[in-house]
Each structure stands twice: as structure tokens, then as C-alpha cells.
T-cell receptor, first 112, second 116 residues
Framework: RKEVEQDPGPFNVPEGATVAFNCTYSNSASQSFFWYRQDCRKEPKLLMSVYSSGNEDGRFTAQLNRASQYISLLIRDSKLSDSATYLCVVKVGPSNTGKLIFGQGTTLQVKP | DVKVTQSSRYLVKRTGEKVFLECVQD?????MFWYRQDPGLGLRLIYFSYDVKMKEKGDIPEGYSVSREKKERFSLILESASTNQTSMYLCASRATGTGGYNTEAFFGQGTRLTVV
């Protein structure tokens, strides 16, 4: 079983739609959680960290369920510019020596 | 602006060659990582380093080694390149978080390595 699993998609949605991505992780000792975004032929960049209480950044909402070892990302009012691959990332290990484990990514295509 | 620089964007090497991929970061980050990215498999961790001369194996270290002699530089070495090492290689760096603070990982632009 992969340490971090995502539905690879692709998700094809119209502009203005709400779309949700899910991610599960297997290591219960995982400490930190993130969503990264990767545009085609570019490097990944941090979209947002995921906190236990859930957090929001504009149209983006991230949730963490430690009991179920589950992370989600909700995008409201999708824009064409949201088209990208979204990577779920989990940090395993102590703050100073922990490693970052990536899911395989979920591809989103927003259409006019 | 944080900068992570990989020495080459594109590289073509022959089977059996020794290959060096270099990565330099300018933000005094303690942690550095090497990943490879393949279609359908996502980013897979090869090696990481949490301090100078310190290294840890990731999920797929076979066929690779690393060197971190200086804090800003993390090198990935393919001892004897093989065709199944054709891939996109991504380097990342990250500051050590304290007090539970989640620090961001910054990536280089990637090196597309083709082994023929």
C-alpha cells in the first residue's frame, strides 16, 4: 500500500464548479500535511498547509481527519487558471529530520 | 526570493556512465531532498539530507548515492546509469520547522535525464 494515496483523476469540471480532492495516508505518526500545486512542466509549489482544525484560503479549503487518516481539498468557484495537478504531501518524522512523502497527484482540468 | 537551482534542465547520458546531478539552494535550509517523477507514479523520494554530511535513504535509493559536503549543495549520483533511470529529477530544500510550524519545501526547476 502506498504511504499517500490520491485519486489520479482527471477531474474535468466547468468553470464555477466546486470540486473536492481526497487523500489518505498510512502512517499514523505523520505530523504535517500540505497541498502542493504543479503546473504542466513546472516544479511543485506550496498551495497550503493543512491544520487539524481545517483552514481556508480564499476559494480553497483544506480539512484533516487524523482518526481516518484522511485529507481533503475543496475548490469553490473553479477558474480556468486552477487547471493543474494537486499533490497531497505528508511529513513523516521529527521536525528537523522528517521526510516529505508525495501522493501521485490529482489532475484538474477546468473548462470554459 | 528563495532559489533552488539544478545544474541542468536536460541531460542525455549513455548506459553505464557515472552521472552527477547538482542542486544548490541559497536560503540556508537544513533539509534537502532528491525526488524522481514519472507519469502515473508521482514524486518518489530517492534520498534526503537533514544536515551537512547527513543523509537518509528514501523509498527508492537503489542505484543512487548522494553527497552533501556543504549546506547549500546536495548532489545526486548515478553510479552506473541505466535506461530505467530515465526520468525527471527534482531537488527540494526546506527549513527545519520549530514549535510545530510547517515550513514550505521549495523545488528546483527539474532535470530531465535520458539514459540511452
Amino acid at each position: 500500500r502506498k504511504e499517500v494515496e490520491q485519486d489520479p483523476g482527471p477531474f474535468n469540471v466547468p468553470e464555477g464548479a466546486t470540486v473536492a480532492f481526497n487523500c489518505t495516508y498510512s502512517n499514523s505518526a505523520s505530523q504535517s500535511f500540505f497541498w502542493y500545486r504543479q503546473d504542466c512542466r513546472k516544479e511543485p509549489k506550496l498551495l497550503m498547509s493543512v491544520y487539524s482544525s481545517g483552514n481556508e484560503d480564499g476559494r480553497f479549503t483544506a480539512q484533516l481527519n487524523r482518526a481516518s487518516q484522511y485529507i481533503s481539498l475543496l475548490i469553490r468557484d473553479s477558474k480556468l487558471s486552477d487547471s493543474a495537478t494537486y499533490l497531497c504531501v505528508v511529513k513523516v518524522g521529527p521536525s528537523n529530520t522528517g521526510k516529505l512523502i508525495f501522493g501521485q497527484g490529482t489532475t484538474l482540468q477546468v473548462k470554459p | 526570493d528563495v532559489k533552488v537551482t539544478q545544474s541542468s534542465r536536460y541531460l542525455v547520458k549513455r548506459t553505464g556512465e557515472k552521472v552527477f546531478l547538482e542542486c544548490v539552494q541559497d536560503m540556508d535550509h537544513e533539509n534537502m531532498f532528491w525526488y524522481r517523477q514519472d507519469p502515473g507514479l508521482g514524486l518518489r523520494l530517492i534520498y534526503f539530507s537533514y544536515d551537512v554530511k547527513m543523509k537518509e535513504k528514501g523509498d527508492i535509493p537503489e542505484g543512487y548515492s548522494v553527497s552533501r559536503e556543504k549546506k547549500e549543495r546536495f548532489s545526486l549520483i548515478l553510479e552506473s546509469a541505466s535506461t530505467n533511470q530515465t526520468s525527471m529529477y527534482l531537488c527540494a530544500s526546506r527549513a527545519t520547522g520549530t514549535g510545530g510550524y510547517n515550513t514550505e519545501a521549495f523545488f528546483g526547476q527539474g532535470t530531465r535525464l535520458t539514459v540511452v
